[in-house]
C-alpha cells in the first residue's frame, strides 16, 4: 500500500523542529506511506509558501518571533478552512483561541511518538486528498489501484481479482491474505465470504445471504457469519458518519 500527503511545519526552535521531523517520519514508516514534510521557521514564511501551495494538515508553534501561531492560524482558516491544523507548544494557555479557529488537535511539547501517531491516524481519516494505493503485478505488468477504487476482489484458485468502481477488472496471481497484506488494515475493507472481500464504502445494502454494492454487483455472504458481518458493516456506517460530523463540527 502507498499514500501520499503534503504537511507542513511552522517551528522556529531547531529542537522541537527535528523532534517532529524523528516523529512523522516514524509515523510514516510503520503505515507505509510518504509524507512530504515541509519546515517553516516563522509565520510569515508558510504564508507566503501558501500563496502557491496548500498544505492538509499544518503542525504550528504558537509562541514564535514576529507573528504568533494563534495570528497566523487565523490567516491559514480565511484562506482554507479544511485544513487540519494541530497546534504544538509549551502550555495550556492559547487552547481556547486555538479551538476557536477550529484547530484539529493541541498538542504540549515535548511531542511524543504516540502524540503524533493517533492526530496524523484521526487526520488521514478526515483528508480525501490521501490517496492510498496498493500495486498489482498483473500479465508482466506492475499496476497501481487506488483503495477507494476497488469495488470487490474475488479469489479463484491461485489468482485474485480486483473490481474498480470504473469497471476494471485486475487479475493478480495473489493469496487473499497476500491483498489483506498489500491494504494494510485499511478499515474499509470487509470479508463477507471464502475468496469475496468488499469496499465497505460501495456497499449499498446488506441483507441475509447477501451483500449489494452500489453499481449492483451481488456478492454471497456467509451464511454462518451473516449477523456479524452485517453488523460490522452498520458498526463501519456509525462510526464513518461521527467522524464525519466531528470533523465539520470542527469547521
Given at each position: 500500500m502507498g499514500s501520499t500527503i503534503q504537511i507542513a511545519v511552522v517551528e522556529d526552535e531547531p529542537g522541537y523542529r527535528k523532534q517532529l521531523d524523528a516523529c512523522l517520519r516514524e509515523f510514516a514508516r510503520l503505515q507505509n506511506c510518504e509524507l512530504t514534510i515541509n519546515f517553516f521557521n516563522?509565520?510569515?514564511?508558510?504564508?507566503?509558501?501558501m500563496e502557491s501551495m496548500r498544505y492538509p494538515v499544518v503542525f504550528l508553534d504558537i509562541y514564535m518571533g514576529g507573528m504568533s501561531g494563534i495570528e497566523t492560524a487565523g490567516?491559514?482558516?480565511?484562506?482554507?478552512r479544511n485544513?487540519?491544523?494541530?497546534?504544538?507548544?509549551?502550555?495550556?494557555?492559547?487552547?481556547?483561541?486555538?479551538?476557536?479557529?477550529?484547530?484539529?488537535?493541541?498538542?504540549?511539547k515535548p511531542v511524543t511518538q504516540e502524540q503524533i501517531t493517533r492526530v496524523m491516524t484521526d487526520a488521514?481519516?478526515?483528508l480525501p486528498d490521501v490517496q492510498k494505493y496498493i500495486t498489482l503485478k498483473s500479465e508482466g505488468q506492475n499496476?497501481?489501484?487506488?483503495?477507494?477504487?476497488?469495488?470487490?476482489?474475488?479469489?479463484?484458485?491461485?489468482?485474485?481479482?480486483?473490481?474498480?468502481?470504473?469497471?476494471?477488472?485486475?487479475?493478480?496471481?495473489?493469496?487473499?491474505?497476500?491483498?489483506?497484506?498489500?491494504?494494510?488494515?485499511?478499515?474499509?475493507?470487509?470479508?463477507?465470504?471464502?475468496?469475496?472481500?468488499?469496499?465497505?464504502d460501495e456497499v449499498a445494502s446488506m441483507q441475509k445471504?447477501?451483500?449489494?454494492?452500489?453499481?449492483?454487483?451481488?456478492?454471497?455472504?456467509?451464511?454462518?457469519?451473516?449477523?456479524?458481518?452485517?453488523?460490522?458493516?452498520?458498526?463501519?456506517c456509525f462510526k464513518k458518519l461521527r467522524a464525519q460530523q466531528e470533523f465539520t463540527a470542527r469547521k
Open positions: 516563522s509565520g510569515e514564511s508558510f504564508l507566503k509558501a490567516i491559514v482558516r480565511e484562506k482554507d485544513c487540519v491544523i494541530v497546534f504544538c507548544t509549551t502550555d495550556k494557555d492559547q487552547m481556547s483561541k486555538a479551538f476557536s479557529l477550529h484547530a484539529f488537535d493541541y498538542i504540549i488521514m481519516k478526515m499496476i497501481s489501484v487506488l483503495n477507494s477504487d476497488i469495488m470487490t476482489a474475488v479469489t479463484d484458485g491461485h489468482y485474485i481479482t480486483v473490481q474498480t468502481k470504473q469497471g476494471k477488472r485486475v487479475t493478480s496471481r495473489l493469496k487473499m491474505s497476500g491483498l489483506l497484506e498489500l491494504l494494510d488494515n485499511d478499515e474499509r475493507f470487509l470479508i463477507v465470504n471464502r475468496g469475496i472481500l468488499v469496499n465497505m445471504g447477501q451483500c449489494i454494492m452500489s453499481d449492483g454487483t451481488k456478492c454471497p455472504i456467509k451464511s454462518t457469519d451473516s449477523n456479524a458481518i452485517i453488523q460490522s458493516w452498520h458498526d463501519y
